[in-house]
């Protein structure tokens, strides 16, 4: 069974940028046509999906943060990271970490394994 | 403002059937695109529920199921359980995003 776990900074300041890494055990990151996501819920809202890797390094990034979110992935270490730059208060949420099923289509997927989150307040 | 809308809230008493609702549009459930279900208990992993519309992972009792009609979704629970209340999300793909989105989420609450 997959399991994952979030780790990073709790507090991270307006216009920095936030860094978070999801450590995977009992699978590889890199193992054929396995994926990789983020997802945040900020306080009080439903949840949001920000973007995937897949095992070969190919990316899909929301619209919302396209232009200020990296994922990428460290096969040594068997972990993937998100890179979210020039934070407001708005980035403030708990951020989870997920591993992706990709169907059939191609483009259609879904979350069968979660970590348990981890708050990030974006704050001065 | 979530893609996918659902009640706040739904509650029902232990034994009795309580249904969650998810509404989307033409360009994510009406197109036809896969539903999801997710289980969310706060402080705790959000858990697979039902995937590809009507399919349950291994150890989900079949106490919940679900149905889609048109740009609509439902999660039904059946034989409500005091171990039913937490938050449940429904998901899908939306071509206009060419991503993933979520419903807002419903809290259960079990009377």
């Known amino acids: 069974q997959v399991q994952l776990q979030e780790s990073g900074p709790g507090l991270v300041k307006p216009s920095e940028t936030l860094s978070l890494t999801c450590t995977v055990s009992?699978?590889?990151?890199?193992?054929?046509?396995?994926?990789w996501s983020w997802v945040r819920q900020p306080p009080g809202k439903g949840l949001e999906w920000i973007g995937y890797i897949s095992y070969s390094g190919i990316t899909n990034y929301s619209p919302s943060v396209k232009s200020r979110v990296s994922i990428s992935l460290d096969t040594s270490k068997n972990q993937f990271s998100l890179r979210l730059s020039s934070v407001t208060a708005a980035d403030t949420a708990v951020y989870y970490c997920?591993?992706?099923?990709?169907?059939?289509?191609?483009?259609?997927?879904?979350?069968?394994?979660w970590g348990q989150g981890t708050l990030v307040n974006v704050s001065s | 403002q979530s893609v996918l809308t659902q009640p706040p809230s739904v509650s029902g008493a232990p034994g009795q059937r309580v249904t969650v609702s998810c509404t989307g549009s033409?360009?994510?459930?009406?197109?036809?695109?896969?539903i999801h279900w997710y289980q969310h208990l706060p402080g705790t992993a959000p858990k697979l529920l039902i995937y590809?519309?009507?399919n349950r992972p291994s150890g989900v009792p079949d106490r919940f199921s679900a149905s889609r009609s048109g740009t609509s979704a439902s999660l039904a629970i059946t034989g409500l359980q005091a171990e039913d209340e937490a938050a449940y999300y429904c998901?899908?793909?939306?071509?206009?995003?060419?991503?993933?989105?979520f419903g807002g989420g419903t809290k259960l609450t079990v009377l």
């Open positions: 998901q899908s793909y939306d071509s206009g995003l060419s991503g993933s989105v």
């Open positions: 997920a591993k992706v099923v990709l169907q059939a289509s191609g483009y259609e997927y879904y979350f069968d394994y």
């Open positions: 033409s360009s994510n459930i009406g197109a036809g695109y896969d």
């Open positions: 590809a519309n009507t």
């Open positions: 009992g699978g590889s990151v890199n193992s054929a046509f396995y994926y």
